[in-house]
């Protein structure tokens, strides 16, 4: 390396993108440096995926209740404190945040706590020029923030991005929810479990829209059934705070008008990558909408300078990031690699009930793109195991080319989907086809064996249907 450089690579931003880069960087024997304005982890560990998820976990023991008095159980809730609830997702989040410095430090990763901002091509100025570092290499994974909608700014108090609702250490009594999408989803399904009150708004035509359309109803149905009130097709106009919370004005299609009243308002329609205020003009990169636009090996227009995670037009995923910073280091090492992530290739889940993950094209992507395709579905009732534990309801859903059998997408609904889908994506990823699936034996009983028996349904000989 040439001496003028500090280090061999510098990283911006200490999220799942950038802490994985650095770690996987400083296996392939580069001198590295993080530079981080808040702690290590980013947006999932302290104020995303990690905490929501312990919520998700301490509300489905809220829930659990129910089934301790149909046990004959008394259950008293007097003494139920949310504060406690609040306090174990930050412990579970800080335990991680933890371990993420002690693995960084275990690499011999330079850590530099500050603000980062670009000097020139190979320097990142810190904290106004506290610090400069320069590195021969620089990847860009300043990671995103929610995005606000004009007239439903954040104040977190009354209006709340999906931070301030992680930072609730009390519930309000109702709640509603401007965006059906994942995080919506799984924030209604929380503060339902909780008995908050919750009105789930959507402008498009169902919630959750990019996953398989018979998962969107279904859930839409699980969750009237729950009493969460659920808009589709429905924008919010504007709300006005009143002394109880808030009043909201929504409109349907029809441009019918309504108002509902809320003692919080939660926005989630998306995220903004943080690519302002870095100083990309410095360097001679331009963005497009906001999103940086790169090439193999997640290499920007700057030669040596690469952009992951949040900042780049993928999905918003924090395990897309880590294997994108993992690709960008590997080529910058001069390690083989492939030179990104094939998108039919990533696993998505969405943590509500019942839970759903998914991956590849659902059969109308299919039938666009040419493909002779079709879906069959195993009903989770048909395992002995889903009946047992008193989870029955869900499906695996398979859709594969009809001449080849070759799995081109898997969308599963119900207990431990975010588990189970990751056997059909190993057999999409080493070219596996459903008949070495359906033969393959499986433990009995478990939830595993819907998978088996939707790819013998492919094949023409399941057992339990």
């Known amino acids: 390396m040439a001496s003028e450089f500090e280090f061999d690579l510098a990283i911006l931003g200490a999220g799942p993108g950038g802490y994985v880069a650095a770690i996987r960087a400083a296996q392939l024997k580069l001198k590295t440096v993080i530079i981080e304005k808040d702690k290590p982890g980013g947006v999932c560990l302290n104020w995303g995926c990690i905490p929501s ?59 530099v706590n500050g603000t980062g901002v670009f000097k020139s091509a190979h320097e990142i100025d810190v904290n106004n020029g506290e610090k400069t570092v320069s590195a021969k290499n620089i990847i860009i994974a300043s990671g995103s923030r929610p995005r606000t909608i004009p007239g439903f700014e954040f104040d977190e108090t009354t209006v709340l991005s999906s931070t301030g609702a992680l930072m609730l250490q009390s519930l309000p009594k109702s709640m509603l929810i401007l965006g059906g999408g994942a995080i919506g989803v799984e924030f209604a399904h929380i503060l339902n479990s909780f008995g908050v009150e919750v009105h789930l708004v959507e402008m498009m035509g169902r919630i959750l829209p990019i996953e398989d359309e018979e998962i969107s109803e279904t859930l839409r149905k699980s969750f009237q059934k729950r009493g969460i009130k659920v808009y589709t097709s429905t924008r ?121 993950a998914s991956f590849g094209l659902k059969l109308r992507e299919a039938k666009e793109k040419g493909i002779n395709g079709k879906e069959v579905s195993f009903p989770y009732r048909g395992a002995g195991k889903t009946v047992a534990i008193g989870k029955p309801d869900g499906f695996v859903k398979i859709v594969f080319n009809e001449e080849t059998h070759e799995i ?44 088996m028996e939707a790819a013998r349904v492919i094949e023409g000989w399941a057992i339990h249907i």
């Not at 976990?57 to 406690?84: P, T, W």
């Not at 800080?94 to 011999?108: C, Y």
């Not at 083989?336 to 039919?344: E, V």
């Open 53 to 111: 998820k312990a919520l998700t976990a301490q509300a489905e023991i809220f829930h659990a209740r129910k089934g301790l008095e149909a046990l004959g159980c008394s259950v008293d809730m007097s003494g139920f404190n949310y504060e406690r609830v609040y306090a174990a997702s930050r412990k579970a989040a800080d335990s991680l945040i933890k371990g993420v410095a002690f693995l960084l430090k275990k690499n011999n990763v330079t850590v």
């Open 236 to 356: 919010a106009l504007s709300y006005a705070k009143t002394g109880q919370g808030v009043n909201v004005i929504l409109q349907d299609l029809s441009d019918i008008q309504s108002e509902i009243s809320a003692e919080k308002l939660l926005v989630v329609t998306g995220r903004t990558p943080n690519t302002d205020g870095i100083g990309l003009e410095k360097i001679g990169i331009t963005t497009e909408k906001g999103y940086i636009p790169f090439g193999d090996y997640y290499k920007t227009n700057v030669d040596h300078i690469y952009a992951i995670g949040d900042v780049v037009a993928t999905p918003l995923l924090a395990h897309v990031a880590s294997k994108e910073g993992e690709i960008a280091v590997e080529h910058i090492a001069g390690h083989p690699t492939q030179k990104s992530i094939a998108f039919d290739r990533i696993p998505g889940a969405v943590f509500c009930e019942p839970q759903i």
């Open 408 to 451: 081109l997408g898997a969308h599963i609904m119900g207990a431990e989907a975010p588990e189970l889908i990751h056997e059909l994506l190993l057999a999409k990823t080493t070219e596996l086809l459903p008949q070495e699936i359906a033969t393959m034996i499986h433990v009995h009983p478990t939830i595993s064996e819907t998978v």
